[in-house]
């Protein structure tokens, strides 16, 4: 016999899963660092020279909370993506296949 008792959305700090994600990812500096993470392990040093202008203590606050979320460990090559954090990378590709078609149209309508 079926469930046919409706389960209670998943929530977290009670908000949705999805909103707790985009609001991390939001956060300054969060996919920069991720996305400079894509090709392997980097050092803290590495790292913060890789994102640019970001300073050490952003660095360390979004480095803390990206770990704490689980997409992101320290290990002997420094800092990299976890399976979470590859598979959040993998969720990303038609996003970033999508901007630069957007970017490319844009640039045909402008000109």
């Known amino acids: 016999m079926a469930d046919d008792t409706q ?11 999805i909103m707790v994600l985009l609001d991390l990812l939001g956060q300054k500096w969060a996919l920069r660092i991720l996305w400079e993470l894509r090709s392997g392990g980097l050092s803290s040093r590495a790292l913060r020279a890789a994102a640019g202008d970001i ?8 480095v803390n909370e990206l770990r704490n979320a689980g997409l992101i460990s320290l290990g002997s090559e420094g800092y990299s993506l976890t399976e979470l954090g590859m598979e959040l990378q993998g969720a990303f590709l038609p996003l970033y296949q ?14």
Do not use: I, K, N, Y
């Open 7 to 17: 389960q209670p959305p998943l929530m977290m700090d009670g908000r949705r899963p």
């Open 98 to 111: 999508f901007a630069d078609r957007w970017a490319e149209a844009s640039r045909q309508a402008a000109s």
């Open 55 to 62: 300073s050490p203590t952003v660095l360390q606050a979004r």
